[in-house]
Antibody, heavy 118, light 110 residues
Framework: QVQLVQSGAEVKKPGSSVKVSCKAS????????ISWVRQAPGQGLEWMGN????????SYAQRFQGRVTITADESTSTAYLDLSSLISDDTAVYYC???????????WGQGTLVTVSS | QSALTQTASVSGSPGQSITISCTGT?????????VSWYQHHPGKAPKLMIY???KRPSGVSNRFSGSKSGNTASLTISGLQAEDEADYYC??????????FGGGTKLTVL
């Protein structure tokens, strides 16, 4: 059974960074990737980027290039989203999801609320 | 990577059918048969409803169906039920290991 469990809510100051974790159980890292998707208040879902373990590579949406880093520790089956230079518009619920490579996101974490406020 | 275009809202009565459209470009929806649809109830995790344009994951009702023509994909929900009320998002593979979501459609069951 696939489960993705994310770290708890965070409150951050503008200009700082946040690191959200996503611990996976079940078949994830051997055959799948991990994508990160966010939803700001009143907005839609937005794909941020992914990590594909079999290639050891990350890809990012253009608008987050240079500000986001997605990594994974396969020994602990945990993926990480690191977002830097936070602004208030980064206030959102961040989701990790198991990615069937290049196709779709079939299992999702419970979401992590990140609030950016001075 | 511009967001795919979805109608902001749609409504229908119980038992009716509705269709949600999702328009992209020849670089995403029009190029790949890798369109997926997600149901999102507020406060919960999104749920995969359709993948690869028209395939249903195990456990998803056959009242949900998907199709694609050119740069536009569609999700049809037949026999509307109260629990179908949610936000629906399309998503397409966009090349180079990236994805793009639609802006979302709010479905109201009257």
């Amino acid at each position: 059974q696939v489960q993705l469990v994310q770290s708890g809510a965070e409150v951050k100051k503008p200009g700082s960074s946040v690191k959200v974790s996503c611990k996976a159980s079940g078949d994830i890292f051997s055959n799948y990737g991990i994508s990160w998707v966010r939803q700001a208040p009143g907005q839609g879902l937005e794909w941020m980027g992914n990590f594909i373990p079999i290639f050891g590579t990350s890809s990012y949406a253009q608008r987050f290039q240079g500000r986001v880093t997605i990594t994974a520790d396969e020994s602990t089956s945990t993926a990480y989203l690191d977002l830097s230079s936070l602004i208030s518009d980064d206030t959102a619920v961040y989701y990790c999801a198991r990615e069937v490579y290049g196709a779709h996101l079939d299992h999702w974490g419970q979401g992590t609320l990140v609030t950016v406020s001075s | 990577q511009s967001a795919l275009t979805q109608t902001a809202s749609v409504s229908g009565s119980p038992g009716q059918s509705i269709t949600i459209s999702c328009t992209g470009t020849s670089s995403d929806v029009g190029f790949y048969t890798l369109v997926s649809w997600y149901q999102h109830h507020p406060g919960k995790a999104p749920k995969l409803m359709i993948y690869e344009v028209s395939k249903r994951p195990s456990g998803v009702s056959n009242r949900f169906s998907g199709s694609k023509s050119g740069n536009t994909a569609s999700l049809t929900i037949s026999g509307l039920q109260a629990e179908d009320e949610a936000d629906y998002y399309c998503c397409s593979y966009a090349g180079s290991s990236t994805f793009v979501f639609g802006g979302g459609t709010k479905l109201t069951v009257l």
